[in-house]
């Protein structure tokens, strides 16, 4: 049996950081940004930047003068990386003014005042995109249709998949106006910048993945409970549930399981605990997909679960090293 040998300090220390991996997801959410801009040109790329400067510039000005922190954060990536996650959620069309409103409160309220980066225990974008929603429902539901590149404040509106389909589930017949599983993975609707196509979130995903940012298990739970659930409804009555291709492609839900409900701090720690947690939203979403007052469910799961995150962490903990079992 071979011994374990434990040395004193100093030891080998692992190459990642908060700013590699900060840094990691901006660059796997470049694939969707740079679609967005394709899809709704101008609008998208006044709407990221306002969020990225402002998020930036609130974490910059709350910590120097209201903390009095010696050391600055906005280098981390954090704050570029909420703003960027912040304005990923809005309309293309959304104003500057409320803008900057979101990005005081996710900055503000949703990180610095629980003491700043690994102490918050919601997501601070969520906590701005939710707080927008609430506040300004009509300009947060006010979604620009794609192709219009040149257009800002005054682009044409539309209907997104998700208000067909809570339409459908009350009893209209519109599920035939909705684009198909194919445009919905390729980004051909209306919606937030950020949830426009599938399949460049995806690339994302991969990317995250491969670099080992984070693991399969929160993004994949999810997605696979909103399936199955999704494909139990369309097989009951496909008169007024989508099916489940189209549940998956559709909102922010792709956006939501890959890139805001793996944070690090605000998700549980072991992968049976990141299981039990994915289900949770996936399950939440549907329910509010279909039987709340929002079509889009996404945000409030993550965050209801964001408060569960504790409780999971206690009571599903990983086997400590050495750890001999308890003698019933």
């Known amino acids: 049996m071979g011994k374990l040998i434990v040395s004193l300090s100093p030891h080998a220390h692992g190459n ?42 609130f ?8 903390l009095g922190v010696q050391r600055c954060t906005v280098c981390d990536g ?9 304005g990923m959620n809005l309309p293309s069309n959304f104003p500057i003014w409320m803008i900057v409103v979101g990005a005081l409160v996710a900055i503000g309220v949703g990180k610095m005042t629980f003491g700043g980066l690994g102490q918050n225990p919601f997501n601070p974008a969520l906590v701005g ?3 927008l929603l609430v506040s300004f ?12 590149l040149m257009a ?25 106006q909705l ?4 445009d919905l993975f390729l980004g051909n609707n209306a919606g937030t910048i950020g949830e426009v196509c599938a399949l460049a979130l995806l690339i994302g995903f991969a990317y995250m993945l491969w670099k080992k940012i984070i693991t399969w298990h929160i993004p994949v739970s999810i997605l696979a409970t909103v399936f199955v659930i999704a494909g139990l409804l369309w097989l009951c009555d496909d008169t007024r549930y989508a099916n489940p291709f189209q549940v998956i492609f559709s909102g922010g839900l792709m956006l939501g399981a890959i890139f805001m ?19 949770a939203i996936g399950v939440l979403t549907i329910v509010i997909r279909n039987w709340g007052a929002y079509p889009e469910g996404m945000s409030f799961a993550i965050l209801i679960m964001n408060a569960f995150t504790p409780l999971i962490n206690m009571y599903v903990k990983p086997k400590r090293f050495g750890e001999v079992p308890a003698k019933k």
């Open 78 to 86: 954090s704050a570029a990386l909420t703003g960027l996650l912040l």
């Open 152 to 176: 800002y404040a005054d682009a044409e509106t539309g209907a997104t998949p998700l208000s067909l389909m809570q339409r459908a589930i009350k009893g209209q017949d519109v599920l035939d």
């Open 59 to 66: 974490e910059w000005a709350i910590s120097k003068y209201i």
């Open 129 to 131: 995109r939710c707080f």
């Open 16 to 57: 990642d950081s908060v700013e590699k991996n900060m840094y990691g997801v901006i660059i796997a959410l470049l694939p969707a940004l740079l679609t967005s801009f394709w899809f709704f040109g101008i609008g998208s790329v006044i709407v990221c930047a306002v969020s990225v400067i402002a998020c930036i510039l």
């Open 137 to 148: 429902p009509t300009a947060m539901t006010s979604w620009p249709k794609s192709g219009q």
């Open 179 to 182: 684009p198909s599983s194919i």
């Open 261 to 279: 409900a793996t944070d690090y701090v605000t998700s549980p720690m072991c992968h049976k605990g990141q299981i039990i947690y994915g289900v």
